[in-house]
Nanobody
Framework: QVRLVESGGGLVQPGGSLRLSCSAS????????MGWYRQAPGKERELVAT???????QYADALESRFTISGDSAQNTIYLQIDNLKPEDTAVYYC??????????????????WGQGTQVSVSS
């Protein structure tokens, strides 16, 4: 199948920056879109941003311009740049690849894949 691996999280002081990365690997697959979600303690998982294979990006309405999604579609990799980090950005950030087609036993099947998440903590 497909494995999503995130990296780049950590403990940062308010005002700092982080760049998260997510790479997909596995058997024969086709990714059409990848995105970032986050889940803060005691809250539901929420959308941060998405990027299509063609490079079209979309951001959650409630988020500020401090978040920038980018990627390399040929490498099935996306990034999330977060600037001017705030304590309320503290969350586990998850990578998502929805409606990904995977060739299994000669048949194309569609799945949603999630990474394990990377912790971002913002504190002084």
């Amino acid at each position: 199948q497909v494995r999503l691996v995130e990296s780049g999280g950590g403990l940062v002081q308010p005002g700092g920056s982080l760049r998260l990365s997510c790479s997909a690997s596995g058997s024969i697959f086709e990714i059409f879109k990848m995105g970032w979600y986050r889940q803060a303690p005691g809250k539901e998982r929420e959308l941060v941003a998405t990027r299509t294979y063609g490079g079209v990006t979309q951001y959650a309405d409630a988020l500020e311009s401090r978040f920038t999604i980018s990627g390399d579609s040929a490498q099935n990799t996306i990034y999330l740049q977060i600037d001017n980090l705030k304590p309320e950005d503290t969350a586990v950030y998850y990578c998502n690849a929805p409606q990904t087609r995977v060739l299994l036993g000669g048949v194309w099947r569609t799945y949603d894949f999630w990474g394990q998440g990377t912790q971002v903590s913002v504190s002084s």
